[in-house]
């Protein structure tokens, strides 16, 4: 079972970018879905999630109305649409599973981790 994060990259203050989360290995349509952020020294810390059907979705304070996740469980992805893009949000941004079905903010929650990907945004 693997979850493979991917789309991060350099980008500038105010921009955009998209990141993916490819699972293989089994299905995920009834699990819960989530992303969390590592910056530099920092502990990781909750970016958002979304419910197995895509129906909820929720936000850290910090990227509410900046970010949206989606998923699309036909393809087994979940997506993080990310706009205005700040130097705060460089991190290594991970995508994960959780046990069950609802959205949930807590990494312990969370079973199936992917290997992460580099958000840089410089100002």
């Known amino acids: 079972v693997q979850l493979q994060a991917s789309g991060g990259g350099s980008v500038q203050a105010g921009g955009s970018l998209r990141l993916s989360c490819a699972a293989s290995?089994?299905?995920?349509?009834?699990?819960?879905m989530g992303w969390f952020r590592q910056a530099p020294g920092l502990e990781r810390e909750f970016v958002g999630a979304?419910?197995?059907?895509?129906?909820?979705?929720n936000y850290a304070d910090s990227v509410k109305g900046r970010f949206t996740i989606s998923r699309d469980n036909a393809k087994n992805m979940m997506y993080l649409h990310m706009s205005d893009l700040k130097p705060e949000d460089t991190a290594v941004y991970f995508c994960?599973?959780?046990?069950?079905?609802?959205?949930?903010?807590?990494?312990?929650?969370?079973?199936?981790w992917g290997q992460g990907t580099l958000v840089t945004v410089s100002s």
């Open positions: 994960a599973a959780a046990r069950g079905a609802r959205m949930t903010a807590r990494s312990s929650d969370y079973n199936y």
């Open positions: 290995g089994r299905t995920f349509w009834n699990n819960g």
């Open positions: 979304i419910s197995w059907r895509g129906d909820y979705t």
